[in-house]
């Protein structure tokens, strides 16, 4: 009888190394055996693994002339991050906070301030959302600086071209 549940467990194990190799490169793991003549504690590792993930929202347009509080904004929802990171969204200026009419002349200048209050710089922080926070939103606010309001755009409006960048800083950076 011993014969047989050896050439019957040799069988079972030639059988699973086939099929193993027909699927591709397989990683196994031991369980652990615990019991009274033997071994009568043991370790185990949890883990747990979250790339990862967010949503932020920018404006398609920001209209001095007629502002709109309910879309003019910036937002991060669905925050997924690790303990300790925070996401940062910055934003830079094409045309060093002027807007312009083609790529001629000096332009308007203005300014784009966040929550904060401060008129924006290249590279400015618009939002920051910390790590257990899932959502966060920042106003935008843009206003002509100096006597640019006196300005007529005539039948071309004044433009410039604002990118948002996003990224998670890691804890202690």
Do not use: C
Not at 58 to 81: F, R
Not at 134 to 161: H, I, R, V
Request: glycine content about 10%; cysteine-free.
């Amino acid at each position: 009888m011993k014969k047989r549940n050896l050439v019957l467990f040799g069988s079972a194990a030639m059988l699973s190394l086939a099929l193993a190799g027909s699927i591709g490169a397989v990683t196994a793991f031991a369980d652990q055996t615990l019991s009274s003549g033997g071994t009568t504690s043991g370790q185990t590792t949890v883990t747990y693994t979250q790339a990862d993930s967010w949503t932020v929202t920018i404006p398609d347009t920001i209209n001095i002339a007629s502002p709109d509080a309910a879309n003019d904004k910036v937002s991060a929802t669905n925050v997924k991050i690790a303990e300790g990171d925070k996401l940062t969204v910055t934003v830079t200026s094409k045309n060093g906070w002027h807007l312009k009419q083609g790529d001629t002349g000096t332009g308007l200048e203005y300014e784009l301030k966040a929550d904060s209050g401060e008129a924006l710089t290249d590279g400015g922080t618009v939002l920051t959302v910390e790590a257990g926070t899932t959502t966060g939103e920042a106003a935008l606010t843009a206003t002509l600086k100096g006597t640019a309001s006196n300005y007529s755009t005539g039948n071309e409006a004044y433009t410039d071209e604002l990118t948002f960048n996003v990224n998670v800083d890691a804890a202690g950076d």
